[in-house]
């Protein structure tokens, strides 16, 4: 027998944290002790190698039979699933996001942030953008042999954002073969059609494999109008017209067109002169423009992948290890037309111009509905992880080293079209006349402005009606609307040295012994397009984010057996780490981590966990450029907002009259909150911010009872306490600051125009944050015994969250909660039932997840089904809404030619989630990580 191909099948059930070699191995060189070959793989969660680590700490592996068994054609889709995912991080329903992170796939480990959950492929860092997200998108599935995610926080271990835990993607080794994938499915709507395609082939000799996987996907987009809580506007179909915009694409002029010729906002009437001022009637709601209908409710992916891994044996004690991947990610979004003010420019329709009606200056409104806006961002990554690795023995006993190297280099460019430049809107506004050919033009007739040059506008002519200065008109379209180019590179650069083994026996067994050394430096630059720059376009104002930081840390690790074959102790052990981080830019940190596993009982298995962890702040957080957006939030002193403070000291010393109703796009009164403002406010970077810290337990029990063979059952308690988080001081929070809190302070950079409503804000990042959670995983799987009819396995995975605390301070320094359980994507309970029935070449799985209910604040003229809630003493009255459970079915064949058919759909019922009027993780009245439809879709896989 040739032990050393024994070694390479074996190595598969763990983690080649340092992609050291299979056969890097004492017993490779010695064929009579086959029986420690076992002890030496690795997990998630430690560097020391030995199959007892893999229980000493909660962790979830996902095979790639689990990950086949699901109908999701992404690793974002199927970490997302997992019970302990918290709210998508910048879901694909939230198509008003912008910035560099837009069109990725984020994880979110206990709803504690997706920068605080550390991604691994193969043991060493994802590349991350520099905001400190990690893009899963990147990582093709074809590639993928399992996932394994640690529930634990792991910053000794792992350094930096492991504060929540680690997911660990361990790609596909000593293929050999070849295979053949294809996955083709859409929601039974008809849309968001969605195909991949891919092929794997390995070669696996004496020495050496090589495996490549080269793979191509596509997702279609859905658009808002095609659903049933999307189309409508924003309170759903209930409240149709809720949320629509007075500024409209028929487009109006503020002027007399009033009863009695009373200012107001005049639209034209079917069939009128836009230049004839007695053309035009009051503009009133059935006018306003519902956005939605030209917005994407979940934006368009494109990915083209290629992955290849080798391995070569230089000696019998020596081996390289390396990965390379390509991947080319292509994301498209689109929004409706900009909703264009005059007032927010200062670019009056000039009362030169030929198409205004009254020859004067007026202002005016009007979206620009002929050109939405749309977004398509493309990023290419490259990547390269590889060193050397092998074993020495030393005083009878034997290590393994390993030396490596990584580069990713993530390239992004984003192209923007649908956005105004207003140095063109400046001049198409201007003075204008009929030449002799009857042609509006730019200028006057003593100094016309070539039509090439400038073309004039009409913004009071509505979409679909024709005449001159339409912005049907291809022409004018291409002066007023350029394209425009954003530009990012991160990169990531690392090399590291590890050494394990056994450092002494004891009584109890092996002294384990691992030490380790990493130097890492992070890169980062984005520069937003020169009309982003400098303001001279109708998108959101940005500036560049430049910056990098390099850091030394050093690590070491112990696992100590204590007893040993023992009555109530067949075994105690501990496990303790530390490790030591140099930052260049802000210092050092120690973090360490004690463990601990006692198994009284064969059967019976008992372990624990206290972790420091932390979280350095990013490239965006230091040295992030200033950026602009139109925030949603409730201004306590509009008396529209439920259990308004209007009429307070603090809202009459701003000046704020009472009865004064929070104004929205257009400047018109809202109806329901939080309300868009009609104004950029502005958020930047703060370059003396400190790392983030965290201290982590956990508790568990894992129960596989020897009276019933295939059953195992798991408990874990967790808890979590984040200090100084990093958190963009919101325009909410600085408003309930200053005017409900009395904090004097936080009024200082809020801006009033006479009216009353807010028209600028700056909101800046700070360690102001502290987050506390806890809660029980449950795990329950039973593998039942084989019988005529087949097999059955069932596996139950619930997640419990018992306390979810996000904690601020008043103005006289006291703790206040500002966030709680069954708060929108905080569930008290996520649940996931998987029963799969196998017999012969034919199988079926089928799987429910449940989420348990949620809670939104009431808003005003919707309902509100517990509004005592305030008068108890409680912060706000509440509106809520009931679990949910969504139904997955897969049924495949296996051929007699090497093929695997199925076909399956995931929410199978079409089961629809609650209208949510906060628009939670989205841009519509729905919770973003809800499934939007009953997708169908067909697998078929071909073994060479």
Not at 735 to 755: H, M, Q, S
Request: charge should be negative.
């Amino acid at each position: 027998m040739n032990h050393r191909k024994l070694r390479l099948g074996l190595l598969p059930t763990g983690i080649a944290l340092a992609l050291v070699p299979a056969f890097a191995s004492a017993q490779d060189a010695a064929p009579t002790d086959q029986a420690t070959t076992l002890d030496r793989i690795q997990v998630t969660g430690s560097r020391i190698r030995g199959v007892a680590m893999e229980t000493q700490q909660p962790i979830v592996t996902l095979s790639r039979e689990d990950i086949e068994q699901q109908g999701f054609s992404s690793v974002a889709d199927v970490l997302q699933n997992l019970t302990s995912a918290g709210s998508p991080a910048i879901s694909r329903s939230e198509a008003l996001a912008s910035g560099e992170n837009v069109g990725g796939y984020y994880i979110d480990i206990r709803n504690l942030g997706a920068t605080r959950t550390l991604v691994l492929v193969n043991g060493k860092r994802l590349g991350a953008t520099t905001g400190g997200l990690q893009d899963l998108s990147q990582i093709p599935m074809s590639a993928i042999d399992r996932m394994e995610i640690l529930k634990d926080g792991a910053s000794a271990l792992y350094g930096s954002d492991a504060i929540a835990g680690v997911v660990n993607v361990i790609t596909r080794k000593r293929f050999q073969g070849a295979e053949a994938n294809a996955y083709v499915g859409q929601f039974s709507e008809g849309d968001g059609g969605t195909q991949q395609y891919s092929f794997t082939v390995g070669q696996s000799g004496e020495r050496a494999g090589t495996t490549l996987s080269v793979e191509y996907s596509r997702e279609q987009p859905v658009f808002a109008g095609d659903r049933w809580f999307s189309k409508w506007g924003n309170a759903g179909p209930d409240y149709p017209g809720s949320g629509f915009s007075p500024v409209s694409e028929n487009g109006s002029w503020f002027g007399p067109c009033g009863p009695g010729g009373a200012d107001t906002w005049c639209t034209l009437v079917d069939g009128g002169d836009p230049t004839n001022a007695a053309d035009y009637r009051p503009h009133v709601a059935t006018d306003n423009a519902n956005p939605n209908l030209e917005m994407m409710l979940r934006t368009g992916i494109e990915r083209r992948s290629v992955f290849a891994s080798t391995n070569y044996e230089i000696s019998d004690n020596i081996a390289f290890d390396a990965d390379i991947l390509y991947n080319q990610r292509v994301t498209d979004q689109q929004v409706a037309g900009y909703p264009y003010q005059s007032l927010a420019f200062d670019t009056q329709l000039s009362g030169d111009s030929a198409f205004n009606p009254v020859g004067q200056d007026i202002d005016f409104r009007r979206r620009l509905w002929e050109v939405p806006r749309t977004t398509r961002s493309e990023l290419q990554t490259y990547r390269f992880a590889g060193g050397f690795s092998g074993f020495f023995e030393l005083g009878g006993n034997y290590w393994d080293w390993d030396v490596g190297a990584l580069l990713n280099r993530n390239s992004l460019s984003k192209t923007g079209h649908g956005d105004a430049s207003l140095i063109a809107t400046r001049q198409a506004l201007g003075p204008s006349f009929v030449n002799d050919d009857g042609i509006v033009q730019c200028g006057s007739a003593l100094a016309p402005i070539a039509l090439d040059a400038c073309r004039p506008w009409n913004p009071l002519l509505p979409s679909g009606v024709a005449g001159q200065g339409s912005l049907a008109d291809e022409e004018l379209q291409n002066l007023l609307f350029p394209y425009f180019t954003d530009t990012g590179t991160t990169r990531t650069t690392s090399y590291t040295a590890n050494l394990s083994g056994t450092a002494m026996e004891l009584p109890a067994g092996d002294l384990g012994f691992a030490i380790g050394y990493e130097h890492r430096k992070e890169q980062g630059r984005f520069v937003p397009d020169a009309f982003a720059q400098s303001g001279e376009y109708t998108g959101l104002a940005a500036t560049t984010t430049q910056g990098d930081y390099s850091l030394d840390e050093f690590y070491v690790e112990l696992n100590v057996p204590v007893l040993a074959d023992m009555a109530l102790a067949k075994e105690l052990t501990f496990n303790v780490a530390s490790r030591y981080s140099d930052y260049s830019n802000f210092g050092d940190t120690t973090n360490n981590k004690l463990g601990f596993t006692w198994r009284p009982l064969d059967e019976l298995l008992i372990r624990g966990t206290y972790a420091e962890g932390f979280r350095a702040p990013s490239i965006d957080n230091l040295y992030g450029g200033i950026g602009s957006s139109f925030e949603e939030y409730t201004d306590p002193c509009g008396t529209g907002a439920v259990n308004s403070v209007n009429g307070n000291v603090a809202c009459n010393a701003a000046g704020v009259q009472i009865g004064y109703v929070q104004l929205g796009q257009g400047l018109v009164p809202c109806t329901t909150y939080p309300c868009q403002t009609p104004d950029q406010f502005f958020t930047g970077s703060n370059p003396n911010l400190v790392p983030e810290s965290s201290e982590s337990r956990t508790m568990g029990v894992v129960w596989s009872p020897g009276w019933l063979d295939g059953l195992d059952i798991t408990v874990d308690w967790y808890e979590y306490k984040i200090e100084n988080m990093i958190i963009a001081d919101s325009v909410d929070r600085i408003l309930r600051d200053c005017y409900v809190l009395g904090d004097g302070g936080r009024c200082a950079g809020i801006e009033r125009a006479a009216d009353g409503h807010i028209t600028n804000l700056f909101y800046g990042l700070a360690n102001l944050g502290q987050m506390e959670t806890a809660g029980f995983d449950l795990g329950a799987s039973y593998r039942l015994p084989e019988t005529s009819i087949g097999q059955f396995t069932v596996d139950w995975q619930n997640t419990y969250t018992s306390r979810y605390d996000e904690v601020g301070e008043n103005a006289d320094g006291e703790s206040i909660i500002i966030g709680s359980v069954g708060a929108p994507g905080i569930f008290r309970l996520r649940s996931n039932l998987g029963v799969d029935w196998d017999l012969n070449d034919f199988s079926v799985s089928y799987h429910a997840r449940y989420y348990s209910g949620m809670n939104e604040s009431c808003v005003a003229g919707r309902p509100c089904n517990d509004p005592d809630r305030y008068a108890n003493g409680e912060p706000d009255a509440l509106r809520r809404q009931g679990s949910n459970t969504f139904h997955d079915i897969q049924l495949s064949l296996k051929t007699p030619w090497g093929a695997t058919v199925a076909v399956g759909a995931n929410n199978v019922f079409d089961h629809r989630g609650p209208v949510m009027f906060t628009q939670p993780s989205s841009n519509y009245p729905y919770y973003g990580g809800y499934d939007i439809g009953r997708f169908v879709y067909m697998k078929y896989q071909q073994r060479f």
